[in-house]
């Protein structure tokens, strides 16, 4: 069935260090794949997103890639602080549906 | 944030019980999905309701029955449910043309569900 992996499950960097999760999706008919941030005890929310006629979008500290043909899709995170501690989902997907990876848990030590 | 809220936001029960949670988005929004967030496990999809159509997943278990009278309104019926139950349920919304792709689904709070 339809999928989404995402590595690694947790990861530990230092304040002002770079961080990156990456997914795989097996749905070839997937052509939206947003990322998302969920705080302790907190929602997810939208932190990013791109769509699949797009390579690379960036906003800010936050950049996507997005490789069709390999069916992978990276969040790239830099200048890291603090605040950036959280789970970071990936998801991919089309008109009716998302399909989340398991999460990131991300650790930023000061 | 008041845009998507859900009630109750912690829900204690027994699996004999018959118990609904609600969810209500004031964004104008036209698809609403019910997901279930357990410990180290994905996001899962349990129900969409899209432009007034229902798509199920097939397997969640028929205790769980969804219900949208409307555009701003989802519940979730629970009834004999079983201890593996227990999770974050949550509710989004999202604004879909009839054409369009996927975009943003914004979440809510989530109702923190514990069958004992």
């Known amino acids: 069935g339809e999928n989404v992996e995402q590595h690694p499950s947790t990861l530990s960097v230092q304040e002002g260090d770079s961080a990156v999760i990456k997914c795989t999706y097996s749905?070839?008919?997937?052509?939206?794949f947003p990322w998302y941030k969920q705080e302790l005890g907190k929602r997810p929310q939208l932190i990013i997103d791109i769509r699949s006629n797009v390579g690379e979008k960036k906003d800010q500290r936050i950049a996507v890639t997005l490789n069709k043909t390999a069916k992978h899709f990276s969040l790239h995170i830099t200048e890291t602080q603090p605040e950036d501690s959280a789970v970071y989902f990936c998801a991919g997907g089309g008109y009716n549906k998302l399909i989340f990876g398991a999460g990131t848990r991300l650790a930023v030590h000061p | 944030e008041t845009g998507v809220t859900q009630t109750p936001r912690h829900l204690v029960m027994g699996m004999t019980n018959k118990k609904s949670l609600k969810c209500e988005q004031h964004?104008?929004?036209?698809?609403m999905y019910w997901y279930k967030q357990s410990a180290k496990k994905p996001l899962e999809l349990m129900f969409v309701y899209s432009l007034e159509e229902r798509v199920e997943n097939n397997s969640v278990p028929s205790r769980f029955s969804p219900e949208c009278p409307n555009s701003s309104h989802l519940f979730l019926h629970l009834h004999t449910l079983q201890p593996e139950d227990s999770a974050l349920y949550l509710c989004?919304?999202?604004?879909?043309?009839?054409?369009?792709?996927?975009?943003?689904?914004?979440f809510g709070p989530g109702t923190r569900l514990t069958v004992l």
């Open positions: 964004l104008g929004h036209n698809a």
């Open positions: 749905d070839s008919a997937s052509n939206y």
């Open positions: 989004a919304s999202t604004l879909k043309s009839s054409s369009g792709g996927a975009g943003e689904q914004f």
